[in-house]
């Protein structure tokens, strides 16, 4: 069993920044594909950005060149850096983990989520 525990996000301004945190438990979160999703209101969740066991990472084309992907495996942690934030990029965000594969398709754990606000 893993638990993500989310911290970060809050109201700023566009063209801000934002960092998202993401502390997992567990001794394998290295072996885990680890992704950043976003739920706007009305919409679907989506995979914002996700980063393999490797390091290779994704981006969704609305987030790339803007967001950024890290991992901490000494400490147990995922990273989302947003910069040059928009509007359209409120959403409440989640971080999960995927046991296997790459970083689409279905998470088994899940962040309990947190509120990024932008204001225009």
């Known amino acids: 069993q893993v638990q993500l525990v989310q911290s970060g996000g809050g109201l700023v301004q566009a063209g801000g920044s934002l960092r998202l945190s993401c502390a997992a438990s567990g001794r394998t979160f290295s072996t885990y594909a680890m992704g950043w999703f976003r739920q706007a209101p009305g919409k679907e969740r989506e995979l914002v950005a996700g980063?393999?066991?490797?390091?290779?990472?994704y981006y969704a084309d609305s987030v790339k060149g803007r967001f950024t992907i890290s991992r901490d495996n000494a400490k147990n942690a995922v990273y989302l850096q947003m910069n040059s934030l928009k509007p359209e990029d409120t959403a409440v965000y989640y971080c999960?983990?995927?046991?296997?594969?790459?970083?689409?398709?279905?998470?088994?754990?899940w962040g309990q989520g947190t509120q990024v606000t932008v204001s225009s």
């Open positions: 999960a983990a995927k046991r296997e594969g790459w970083v689409h398709g279905l998470y088994d754990y």
């Open positions: 980063i393999s066991s490797g390091g290779s990472t």
